[in-house]
């Protein structure tokens, strides 16, 4: 037995619990980057969890009518649904009927003549991979045979002809609404477009491509855009988001740096939706601020601080969502047999309790919404954050970043009560920012800012044609037909006529 002073014992004491909330700390952080490399991504809650609440309220829900029952034998079962492809009506069909010759025609018993008795038919899908046409327009100028003869001065008459979408180039509508559906719907990079009309025996170099993009977005996307941007403006409930991209040649700053797409929408409060994005150099608050000028309403964002300090007539609205995701990082920093006790699996029943009730409510009106959530939802809330202010956690642990997160977002969480038509979540934002997070993991970097600028118009046009059912390359082919025959920089009805819900019935998907 050593004797030691009690002073050092106390100190060493002191410097094993420092170190015992050390290792802990670090086994968490280990965990969580385990399963972010392994695990699965899904956030779902086992319904059995919510026991832990009042089952009954939870599971009851009057809106939904009860299932039709079959009767099979001796017992009941739910109709299985159809699970058989639907093809769209106004697909051409193709006849192609199997017929025995005349000469074979023949009875094998009697040698009479043989008489259609029936037919048995079956469907093939068939896709025919693009084909490249060329377009020659040949323009014909007329003139007066009598006015030659007479000495007059002679009238010369061309035949009307439209123009082309870029001057003195070979480009037609559909090639640059084709490129643009490639790389901005299907996500593939301009070099690998290229390979593929390499291999059809087409070769057009990615510089023209870039080319005709910059200048097509520039002359006719571009307008588009502002006037979007100015009705977005106008809405009363929008959703935002950002999210980083490289910029390889940007004034100042070095090909490493971070510049940003930030994201601004319009809500399901409308039958128009709007997906804008916005490149920027930075993540600085003043240029969300700048983008809302003149916006006043409901604005829907994640826990980004720069939010937080826009115009008054701006009121944030919190993302649940966001926060019910420090619930579960918090539990899967834990070992997987203290999970279901744990304190971070209470703070996530609350959540999915709140998620419950919203899509128990999808289909009231606004106002009804507003009403069911004052009843039942506020009360969740206020006991959800009365807990959390009763508890006291190390800060650093993933419980006490999940309680610290609540607690600072509470205004900004709450205030989803506050209107029926608001959101509980800015998942929609998240939505509509996945295209470009996808495409970005296939382009990499943009070049320059100008060409992030004109990515971010051609991601507009693309997300906001889809959000209105439309066929993004029929919708931008349509534009570069019409556009380039009007002036549509001064002309507003000319504008108006291209934008998403204006354009003819071949622009849109079939029901």
């Known amino acids: 037995m050593i004797t030691i002073p009690r002073v050092e014992y106390e100190a060493l004491l002191e410097k094993n619990e420092e170190l015992t909330k050390q290792v802990k700390w670090l086994m968490e952080q280990l965990r969580l980057l385990t399963h972010r490399a392994y695990g699965a991504s899904s956030e779902k809650t086992d319904p059995k969890q919510l026991s832990w609440f009042n089952e009954v309220e939870m599971e009851a829900n009057e809106l939904i009518a009860e299932p039709k029952m079959t009767e099979i034998e001796k017992h009941f079962r739910k109709k299985a649904k159809s699970s058989m492809t639907k093809l769209p009506p106004n697909i051409p069909v193709e006849i192609i009927e199997h017929r025995l010759p005349k000469s074979e025609q023949i009875c094998p018993e009697c040698t009479g003549d043989l008489h259609v008795m029936g037919k048995v038919s079956r469907k093939e899908l068939k896709i025919v991979p693009a084909k490249a046409t060329i377009v020659e327009h040949v323009q014909y100028t007329y003139a007066c045979r009598c006015c030659e003869k007479a000495a007059f001065g002679v009238p010369i008459i061309k035949a009307p002809i439209d123009r082309p979408v870029i001057k003195g180039s070979f480009a037609s509508p559909e090639i640059i609404a084709y490129i643009i559906s490639q790389k901005f719907v299907m996500g593939m990079p301009l070099y690998r477009l290229e390979q593929e009309l390499n291999r059809n025996g087409i070769s057009l170099p990615r510089q023209t491509m870039s080319n005709w993009l910059l200048k097509s977005t520039e002359d006719y996307l571009m307008p588009i855009y502002e006037t979007l941007h100015k009705i977005l403006s106008e809405r009363q409930i929008l959703h935002a988001d950002e999210t980083v991209l490289q910029v390889l040649k940007e004034p100042g700053k070095t090909p490493q740096s971070k510049s940003y797409m930030w994201l601004f929408r319009t809500s399901g409060d409308t039958d128009e939706p709007i997906v804008l994005y916005n490149y920027q150099a930075d993540r600085k608050a003043k240029r969300a601020e700048t983008f809302l000028s003149g916006f006043s309403g409901y604005l829907h964002t994640d826990g980004y601080s720069g939010y937080h300090n826009l115009a008054k007539e701006i009121t944030v609205v919190g993302c649940f969502a966001h926060a019910r995701r420090k619930w579960v990082e918090a539990l899967k920093s834990l070992p997987e047999k203290d999970r279901k006790n744990a304190s971070a699996q209470r703070g ?47 800060p650093k642990t993933a419980f006490g ?40 993991k296939n382009f990499l970097f943009a070049n320059t800012p100008r060409g992030a600028r004109a990515s971010a118009i051609m991601y507009s046009i693309v997300e906001t044609a889809k959000e209105n059912g439309l066929i993004p390359f029929e919708y931008l082919a349509h534009i570069f037909k019409h556009a380039p025959n009007c002036d549509i920089r001064n002309n507003i009805d000319s504008l108006q006529s291209l934008l998403p819900w204006n354009v003819p019935s071949h622009c849109k998907l079939p029901r």
């Open 348 to 394: 996530k029943i609350y959540c999915d309790r709140l998620f419950a009730l919203e899509r128990d409510w999808k289909d009231l009106s606004s106002d009804e919404r507003y009403q069911k959530r004052q009843e039942l939802a506020k009360p969740i809330v206020d006991e959800l954050f009365a807990w959390l202010k009763s508890i006291k956690t190390a």
């Open 401 to 440: 970043k999940a309680v610290a997160y609540h607690l600072n977002q509470q205004q900004y969480l709450e205030n989803y009560l506050l209107d029926g038509r608001l959101e509980i979540s800015n998942n929609r934002a998240e939505r509509a920012i996945k295209p470009f997070v996808i495409g970005r």
